[in-house]
């Protein structure tokens, strides 16, 4: 992270914290944590094409799946993702 071009935005009912990557850093970030203390952190996925398949070769499909399982799963794909709204569709 590059602290000076990092930010944090508060107001009554909201809380908005910018990063900024190191300049070595690329590609997407996948996941982030966060909480009051190191030792109880949640964790939660940015939305991305890649995560939602992920979750779902999991939640729908546990590693003892037969291969016409895995060929009947849901064809998801993220096609817009923005402050407001997310856009995906399935096949």
Known sequence: LVSPKSSLSVSAHNA????AKAPGSTGPWHKFSFGLDPSALQERWFVSEENIDGFLD???CPSSCSQSALE??????????S???????VE
């Open 58 to 60: 999991t939640a729908l």
């Open 83 to 89: 402050e407001d709204r997310i856009q995906i569709r």
């Open 72 to 81: 009947s799963q849901p064809l998801i794909e993220v096609l817009d993702v």
């Open 16 to 19: 908005v914290v910018g990063l």
